[in-house]
């Protein structure tokens, strides 16, 4: 072990939790976002879940987090995680998700087939801190794909996708995630499998259609809202950025179609803001905390010249279309908000420049930018996300809820930079103080940029990235 410490070979070894079992959280204010809150409020937590909840018991002053905010933990409900290979790119993803406060995750395409096994056994046989994770299974699409781990259908009879729901569910996953090449029929085809096999839907409007022909129950991205005769080309960054012609006009009929067949929406806002950053690639690696996460993804991965997908961002092409396109997506979040219509906040982690658990605090700040007020914010992102989720109580602190909280010096549901005062994480009833997190993944950063390790995983992120899109 001393040799492979000094070649930099050694990973970091398991976090220790601070308590776990039957602990209390004593003396604390106690928030459920837009509902209620108490305060001197003691918060048992018993095998993983939350039980009594005694309220104005003032805990012990010399309790470690007396006087502190506690809210449920938030949920991204959009994510690709990182594949299985060699590496402990799960267990690192995993912590960064953690140390942001983020303790449940919709995983939205296991990009070659391995990263959502990866990580239910990251968290449930090795005991790994890790956020729930809900699965979308493969991608299902139509024509050549774009990912190796997609079922493509053919004829797009009730036989075909009957067959497809049940491969999908035998993933475990309670998800179906429609993608590229799906006609209007074979969405309505794939709808009734999924209803049949009790799978909730989600995914892209394909490029040849509009958002209110795919009519799709729950849209990412905001694929569909500019009309495919408007793109540049139909290329997944286009259909993302190019909102030169949606006006005021094309977001109202957005919104009044919206409401009308009850779709719900996760903008993931965070994706287009990133784009910017090619703007100054090497500004933007420099201003970055990039001492915790591999060099392979500025190096290769995101790389203007070398890169995959979404990283050959032209300069022009930024300038003209992305920055606008953010405004004009807040602005449709508003509008959707303000009609009450459902909405979700996601990252399409895995995109250039959206680092895990970081870019959710980023999608709230860009929700709050359009003027969606706190408490509704964190609703979202709690409760409403647990809510879709079909888990029970998640996302809530009541008593039989799953043990998901974050611990906060200062009120984060008063202003989103008291986020910078997160203390401790409470994810399946263990707590870890987020200084222990922190240090954990300080070692991550050391072990990637080992002089050994540094070559040997750019090349096998090279093979990954040849897997995921079937290039092996």
């Known amino acids: 072990m001393t ?6 070979l050694a990973q970091p070894t398991l976090p220790k939790p601070k308590a776990a079992g039957s602990f209390d959280i004593g003396g604390v204010t106690a928030i459920n976002p837009a509902s209620d809150r108490a305060g001197d409020a003691t918060i048992s ?44 790119l799960t267990r690192h993803a995993m912590l960064m998700y953690l140390a942001h406060g983020v303790t449940s995750l919709r995983e939205a395409g296991d ?54 729901a049940r491969r999908v569910r035998a993933t475990g996953a309670t998800f179906m995630k429609f993608y590229d090449g799906l006609t209007e029929p074979m969405i309505r085809t794939l709808e009734r499998a999924c209803d049949k096999h009790g799978l909730a839907i989600m995914g892209h409007v394909p490029a040849a259609l509009t958002y209110e022909q795919a009519r799709i129950r729950e849209v990412q991205h ?3 809202v500019p009309r495919p005769d408007t793109l540049e080309r139909p290329g ?57 996460i591999p060099p392979f993804y500025p190096d290769i991965i995101w790389h203007p010249v070398r890169g995959g997908l979404n990283s050959r961002l032209p ?14 997506k807040q602005q449709l979040t508003r509008k959707l908000f303000d009609a009450g219509a459902p909405l979700y906040l996601g990252t399409d982690v895995a995109q250039p420049f959206v680092l895990p658990g970081e870019s959710l605090q980023k999608e709230m700040r860009l929700f709050a930018g359009a003027g969606i007020p706190l408490d509704a ?50 994810c399946a009833g263990r707590l870890y103080n987020k200084a222990t997190l922190d240090e954990t993944l300080d070692a991550f950063g050391a072990y990637f940029r080992s002089p050994i ?16 899109l079937g290039r092996t």
Not at 131 to 158: E, H, M, Q, W, Y
Not at 252 to 277: K, M, Q, W
Not at 398 to 426: C, E, M, N, Y
């Open 3 to 8: 040799l492979f410490n000094s070649l930099g």
């Open 45 to 88: 937590i018993s095998g993983g879940t939350i039980g009594r909840i005694a309220r104005g018991v003032p805990s012990n002053p010399a309790s470690e987090y007396a006087g502190c905010f506690v809210v449920p933990g938030l949920v991204d409900m959009h994510v690709h995680l990182p594949p299985k290979n060699a590496l402990p």
């Open 111 to 164: 990009l070659d087939g391995t990263a959502v096994d990866a990580a239910r056994t990251a968290r449930d046989s090795d005991g790994w801190p890790c956020p729930r994770v809900v699965s979308c299974g493969p991608f299902v699409g139509a024509g050549k794909p774009t990912f190796k781990n997609t079922i493509t259908l053919t004829d797009g009879s009730d036989c075909e996708a009957d067959a497809i």
């Open 222 to 224: 905001f694929f569909g």
């Open 236 to 292: 997944l960054i286009n259909r993302s950025c190019d909102w030169h012609a949606v006006d005021e006009r094309r977001m109202d009929e957005i919104v009044a179609f919206t409401l009308r067949e009850g779709i719900a929406n996760t903008p993931t806002l965070v994706t287009n803001e990133a784009s910017l950053s090619y703007l100054d690639f090497q500004g933007a690696c420099a201003r970055l905390v990039l001492r915790r």
């Open 315 to 328: 300069q022009d092409y930024t300038k003209r279309q992305v920055s606008a396109a953010v405004s004009k």
């Open 377 to 426: 914010i964190w609703r979202l992102a709690t409760s409403a996300a647990g809510s879709r989720l079909g888990i029970p109580k998640l996302g809530t602190i009541q008593p039989g809820a799953p043990a998901d909280l974050l611990i906060f010096r200062k009120d984060p549901t008063l202003s989103l930079d008291h986020l910078d005062t997160l203390v401790a994480i409470v």
């Open 453 to 468: 390790v540094r070559p040997l995983a750019a090349r096998a992120a090279k093979q990954s990235m040849a897997r995921a």
